[in-house]
């Protein structure tokens, strides 16, 4: 069955389900919930503990602090895509009879506010910082996956020039995987009843592979179902070069034009040009049996390579922000860096189907019901 280019078109405009009777089909009727909400909890915070410790060990990172608003006119909000369609929540503060009134802005993701603080932090090459990060991306359809209130950990590191290849890059990827697959298996030694035929575990290791060689090898599919039909085949998966336009015309999916680097030249293990230094981690979720994403990040982009995406996007105009002059005049570090999705990730280690089993949040009636009807016990 082949797949016209509106599908393809369709597909790009990012996550989610779209409508509560699609989701009603997806929803499992036959899930197992493997520990209690309490449970749940204390699992949670021990697999939280294990990948911060690790992350930190593996990538030499330190916590620190990170904003929950930002003003406007810094430009260091998160816009999520290049079309616009996602915008922050936005107040603003009076402050003294409106004389020094801030307008502040809801992070979205902190990956332009963690680049800028490498310099603040004093992060030489091969050192950087892990944040707890909170956001809220009120244009999300709330789904068992998306929901209104995100927490990430958003990392950042400083690298040099010669560190920007896909060699570290992938090297980065194995180590995050290394904490997340380590969490699981701590996380089983107190509750062994995680241990289930019914949810297999995450895979040992992931598949790393370009979103180039993917369409090759699924050129009718559109991109949700070319990761689903490669989730078939490898469960965990690595896809590089998320952002280039592809050989049909279309982006992987779209990404913005300003922090990670998609254009840069690279090749494939088999020595095919490829292009894109960063990438998603993408897991087969085994209660939901669908597609779950858990990471996406990489290489940010230079001075250069900023200015060929910003081309590219026809968003020239962003160059007069202070975040993307600040990249252009070589005043903050290269990086690397990326977010991974905390809830997401528990999910995935404590074998749920549902974001509301694990963090608290904002929900429709309607799908607290679908839920409630199928042992689902979304947390309020």
Not at 84 to 109: C, E, L, M, W
Not at 284 to 310: A, C, D, F, Y
Request: hydrophobic share 35%; aromatic share 8%.
């Amino acid at each position: 069955m082949g797949f016209g280019m509106t599908d393809k078109k369709a597909d790009l405009a990012g996550p989610g389900i779209g409508n509560y009777e699609e989701l009603e089909k997806i929803l499992p009727n036959d899930y197992e919930p493997l520990l209690t909400p309490k449970e749940t909890m204390l699992a949670l915070y021990e697999a939280k503990s294990f990948i911060e410790k690790t992350m930190c060990k593996e990538l030499n990172l330190f916590m620190v602090q990170v904003p929950l608003i930002v003003d406007v006119e810094s430009g260091v909000n998160d816009m999520l895509d290049r079309d616009g369609s996602r915008t922050p929540v936005q107040f603003h503060i009076n402050n003294d009879y409106n004389k020094h009134p801030v307008d502040a802005q809801v992070v979205q993701a902190a990956t332009k506010w963690k680049r800028m603080a490498l310099r603040q932090f004093g992060c030489k090459p091969g050192e950087g910082i892990i944040t707890d990060m909170k956001a809220v991306r009120k244009d999300y359809f709330l789904d068992h996956d998306h929901s209104a209130y995100v927490d990430q950990w958003d990392w950042e590191k400083a690298i040099t020039a010669e560190d920007r290849n896909l060699e570290y890059l992938t090297k980065a990827v194995e180590k995050i995987w290394k904490a997340i697959k380590g969490a699981e298996k701590q996380v089983q030694k107190k509750f062994p009843q995680l241990k289930s035929s019914k949810y297999p575990d995450l895979p040992e290791k992931l598949k790393f592979i370009h979103a180039e060689e993917i369409l090759d090898m699924f050129p009718e599919l559109p991109r949700k179902q070319r990761e689903t039909a490669i989730l078939q085949k490898y469960p965990g998966v690595f896809i590089y070069g998320i952002g280039w336009t592809l050989k049909d015309g279309y982006p992987h999916e779209m990404r913005a034009a300003d922090y990670d680097d998609w254009v840069t030249e690279t090749k494939s293990k088999d020595g095919k040009p490829m292009h894109g230094l960063n990438g998603d981690i993408l897991v087969w979720n085994q209660v939901t049996k669908r597609r779950h994403e858990l990471m996406s990040g990489g290489i940010r982009v230079t001075p250069e390579t900023l200015k060929q995406q910003l081309a590219l996007t026809n968003q020239m105009h962003f160059l007069n922000y202070p975040y993307h002059k600040a990249i252009m005049n070589g005043e903050i570090p290269l990086s690397i860096g990326s977010g991974i999705g905390q809830s997401r990730t528990y999910m995935a280690i404590l074998k749920k189907a549902h974001l509301g089993e694990v963090s608290v949040t904002v929900w429709p009636k309607i799908l607290k019901d679908m839920c409630a009807k199928r042992k689902i016990v979304v947390l309020e």
